[in-house]
């Protein structure tokens, strides 16, 4: 049926609705009980629609507002319980036409008339054919959404948007009358999850209705909530500023028709000082969007004051700190969009203007914006076309070396800092012109003399930083092969004299990454035959920069052995030094498989013949090298090397006095092993030592290798326990269950379980740390699923230890358990920590003495807790107060210690507080005269806060 016109006097339509129903086929076979409600009833048939309205026909008819929408709302209730088919289309139109003839009347009381209308429209099944005119013009034409709740208002923005999904054709052909519309429906909407609503239905209507004159109405109506301001509430959680901010400014780039408008208001806002520079970044984002959303064309009448925004905001001086993202976003799209234009006129009249601009805020260094004028240049750089390319690198490399010299600077006590920061910017201008060699070369070729000259100036003042930037534009020009003979010259001079020096540490990387380029391009060769008058420090290091590919390797892996062995024997401090030479070169030479096997081998050789250091650190140090190295292998060339260690390993090809070597210096890559066959050898070895086959056992494990494995010794059943974790299975959290309630029967807690509880949660050891060893985990998230699980688990425990004894020793499971929590940085943990909060307070109680990972994790349980106790209270400050008192604390524990005062201060009633504050401020006072300005400051203003809770 079609949607009949509506009656005039409700009164009648309410007879109306109740008779037409009447006329509908109705069941009614079952027999009625008082105990079964209407949804029941008309569900199964055994009362009938007509019935149900006739019972509610007096408060229908009744001369009280009260009764008439009491009884709507009963119907309404019943209808939303009914199944989405239950009504068939005439009865849905008429309920409908009934409940639309409601609305003004139901709005003044709070009526559910809009829930009913809601149901019917998306709910129902069955919808009669032309409802859809008639709804747009009674609820949102003729209607006032605004008048209505929020929640009545989030109804009818759902219906609105039914009807946008399904019946936009039907709304197309009403055109600028239901744009007109639209914009009263959702003009004035304040609450947050309306407006998601009304930003989304803003999209579509933007994009599929001809908006003819009311193209700049219906963009105020978004505008005027730009850029948002929003702060999210403890109901509101699930919406953010941000994604407020990212749907407000899709409806302000939906139309062509809102280009002009678009970007006079990011011009506007740009200017305006109240602003917050959170918002300032939107407003960068919003145009960026529309710079690649709107016809190019659109953007040229505004560039000028675009431009101009943009170096308001990025050059202001009041945001300290780096730029942020969205200018370089914004200048990035604006860039593009003049170059879609295809005239080169508008890009080189943009950047010239840029340049022009920028150039008092980049020379005027001592105002501290030329980082930030460089960086919007780099943007600029990076968007420009050739042409525009090089003359901005032009312009930026004179300024450079103007700003090296120290020619701009006025203050003498300023010249070295200003040109450290300038020589960090050359550098990086240098390596950017590098990224672009088409554009990058003949100006890196023409300014050649004039970087190095002013480099050389800078040495006056800044003697390491221009040394390292020496080195580092050497490298550049080297990598291009574009440069002159004296800088060919020069650079052979500056390897050769490197090599004799003596540098500070900061120097030395870009010293052997130029040593690597000169040999990769064949710029000197090194002098072996002088070697022995080559810093000491840097022979090794410099011998495997210089290795580029096999010949190099076989010409120069004789006397890099040599050298190794030379610094294990004599114990050499540099043998760090000359290790991490040796990884870095298997690195580099990476992509040769061949070249890196062989590398590597030839390292394990070098273990194998070399005779004990007598320095446990120093074979700690030759096995976690050799581990680094093994993770370069491929799996084929990583498995082949596996079973050359197994072979060592094997009792009948190894001596007995040579297996502790081979277990320091092999097992951590051999953890690295994915072969069952090869572990299980090593694991069921007799020849090995017991520390061995426990962290073979635990990389079997970890792999699933050995599932039921017979563990006696809690040593052994920690590392299972441990290398299941990793793997987060519940037998794992089983097994650490059985093993803390084995711990917590003991009579007192002694050296075993003082190690055993740290080891459990030490993941960065070398032989746990599932990088380096290639264990399996769960994904990155390991650590703070190892944290979830175990923190209901350990509070099982101490609900099961009833003796103070065995809680006593359980509780030294907290403090390596905390530490591990200290490192994940996941706000959910605070969850976790309200867990472990009472174990916490009892811990404090004990008499022991407390770790520093307990009190670094103070503050965390304080910001947790809810209201304390006075007892607890008391507990923690006479535990900080303590501390404070001891001259012997440690620094930082006296900061974590200032900081669980002032949370404990924001925290907790006043009220609770003010009994402590005596001996708070006499613990602080002490504090006072400490030799640290930092603890100074932070007691002042801890103590400064306790105070003041005296008057609340």
């Not at 291009?480 to 650079?491: F, G, P, Q």
């Not at 175990?790 to 499971?813: C, M």
């Amino acid at each position: 049926m079609k949607f009949s016109a509506f009656y005039s006097q409700p009164y009648g339509l309410v007879l109306r609705v109740i008779s037409a129903v009447a006329s509908c086929a109705w069941i009614a076979v079952m027999v009625e009980s008082d105990e079964i409600t209407w949804e029941t009833r008309l569900q199964n048939h055994s009362s009938s629609l007509t019935q149900f309205l006739e019972s509610k026909r007096e408060k229908l008819l009744s001369d009280f507002p009260d009764n008439r929408e009491e009884a709507l709302t009963e119907i309404v209730q019943v209808i939303c319980a009914l199944s989405p088919d239950f009504l068939s289309d005439e009865q849905v139109a008429l309920l409908l036409e009934f409940l639309l003839s409601r609305l003004e009347s139901s709005a003044l009381a709070g009526g559910s008339v809009i829930s009913g209308i809601h149901h019917l429209v998306t709910r129902c099944k069955n919808l009669p054919e032309g409802f859809e005119m008639p709804l747009v013009r009674f609820m949102f034409k003729e209607g006032n959404v605004q008048s209505w709740a929020q929640k009545d208002r989030q109804l009818q923005y759902e219906v609105l948007q039914w009807l946008l999904k399904r019946r936009l054709s039907l709304l197309q052909a009403l055109g600028v009358d239901f744009v007109a519309t639209f914009i009263k429906t959702i003009s004035g909407e304040r609450d947050p999850r309306c407006l998601l609503a009304a930003f989304q239905m803003f999209v579509t209507v933007a994009k599929n209705f001809g908006m003819g004159p009311f193209s700049e109405e219906m963009f105020e109506t978004i505008a005027c909530y730009f850029p948002v301001e929003f702060k999210a509430s403890a109901t509101e959680k699930s919406i953010s500023r941000a994604y407020l901010s990212t749907c407000c400014s899709a409806c302000l780039v939906a139309s062509p028709n809102f280009a002009d408008f678009c970007f006079l208001l990011i011009a506007e806002k740009f200017e305006d000082d109240e602003c917050s520079p959170e918002q300032k970044d939107d407003v960068c984002a919003l145009l960026a969007l529309a710079a690649d959303t709107f016809p190019s064309r659109a953007v040229l009448q505004h560039l000028k004051d675009l431009l101009a925004g943009l170096r308001m905001v990025g050059l202001n001086p009041k945001n300290r700190g780096e730029m942020s993202g969205e200018v370089d976003e914004a200048l990035g799209a604006l860039l593009r969009t003049v170059r879609r234009l295809e005239e080169p006129k508008f890009e080189w009249g943009c950047i010239d203007s840029f340049i022009e601009n920028l150039e008092p805020f980049v020379l005027q260094a001592e105002m501290g914006l030329s980082g930030k004028g460089f960086r919007l240049l780099r943007c600029a750089f990076n968007n420009a076309s050739n042409v525009g390319a090089r003359k901005i690198l032009g312009q930026a490399l004179a300024w450079l070396t103007t700003l090296v010299q120290g020619d701009s600077v006025n203050v003498a006590a300023n010249k070295a800092e200003i040109i450290g920061e300038s020589l960090v910017f050359l550098v990086e201008w240098v390596e950017l012109a590098a990224s672009r060699p088409e554009v990058g070369e003949p100006s890196l070729t023409s300014y050649e003399s004039n970087i190095f000259a002013a480099i050389d100036v800078a040495r006056e003042y800044v003697p390491s930083k221009s040394v390292e930037a020496l080195q580092k534009c050497a490298i550049v020009y080297c990598e291009l092969k574009s440069y002159s003979s004296e800088l060919r010259s020069r650079i052979e001079i500056m390897v050769k004299n490197g090599l004799t020096t003596v540098m500070i540490p900061e120097e030395i990387p870009s010293y052997l990454e130029l040593v690597a380029k000169c040999a990769k391009n064949s710029l000197f060769e090194l002098d072996l035959t002088a070697i022995d008058s080559w810093n000491r420090q840097k022979i090794i290091p410099v011998l495997c920069s210089a290795i580029t590919d096999q010949a190099s390797w076989e010409l120069l892996k004789v006397l890099i052995e040599k050298e190794l062995r030379k610094r294990v024997e004599d114990s050499s401090d540099d043998l760090s030094t000359a290790l991490s030479a040796y990884v870095s070169m298997c690195s580099r030479s990476q992509p040769s498989e061949e070249l890196v096997y062989g590398q590597i081998l030839h390292f394990a050789h070098i273990l194998t013949s070399m005779p004990d250091s007598g320095s446990e650190e120093q074979e700690q140090l030759l096995g976690a090298s050799l581990q680094k190295m093994t993770l370069l292998l491929s799996s084929t060339s990583h498995s082949n090397f596996m079973s050359t260690i197994s072979a060592l390993f094997r009792g009948s090809t190894v001596k007995e006095s040579s297996l502790y070597l081979l277990e320091e210096r092999f097992s951590l890559s051999f953890l690295q092993c994915e072969r069952k066959d090869l572990l299980e050898e090593a694991r069921t070895s007799s020849h090995m030592s017991k520390k061995f086959k426990n962290r073979i056992l635990f990389a079997s494990v970890n792999r699933g290798f050995v599932e039921n494995q017979d563990i006696s010794a809690t040593e052994e059943s920690a590392v299972v326990v441990k290398a299941l974790l990793l793997r987060e299975t519940p037998k794992g959290i089983r097994l650490l269950k059985e093993l803390l309630l084995e711990a917590s029967n003991r009579s007192q807690s002694d050296e075993e379980l003082e190690k055993l509880f740290p080891y459990l949660l030490d993941f960065n050891r070398l032989d746990s740390e599932p990088t380096l060893c290639r264990y399996e985990t769960n994904g990155p998230l390991w650590r703070q699923r190892i944290f979830f699980m175990i923190v209901p688990a350990y509070k099982e425990v101490i609900d099961l230890s009833y003796s103070t004894a065995g809680k006593g020793i359980l509780y030294g499971f907290l403090p390596p358990l905390l530490e591990f929590a200290q490192s994940l940085g996941n706000p959910h943990i605070k969850d976790q920590f309200s867990i472990l909060l009472p174990m916490f307070m009892d811990s404090l109680r004990r008499d022991e003495a407390l770790s520093t990972s307990v009190f670094r994790s103070i503050p965390s349980f304080i910001q947790v807790a809810e209201v304390l106790d006075p007892q607890n209270i008391a507990v923690l400050v006479n535990r900080i107060s303590n501390v404070i008192n001891n001259d012997s604390t440690k620094m930082a524990t006296v900061l974590d210690s200032l900081e669980s005062l002032r949370f404990l201060a924001a925290r907790q009633p006043a009220r609770s507080l003010q009994p402590f504050i005596q001996p708070v401020t006499v613990a602080l006072n002490k504090l006072l005269a400490h030799r640290k300005r930092l603890i100074r400051q932070r007691a002042a203003a801890v103590k400064n806060t306790w105070e003041t809770l005296a008057e609340k």
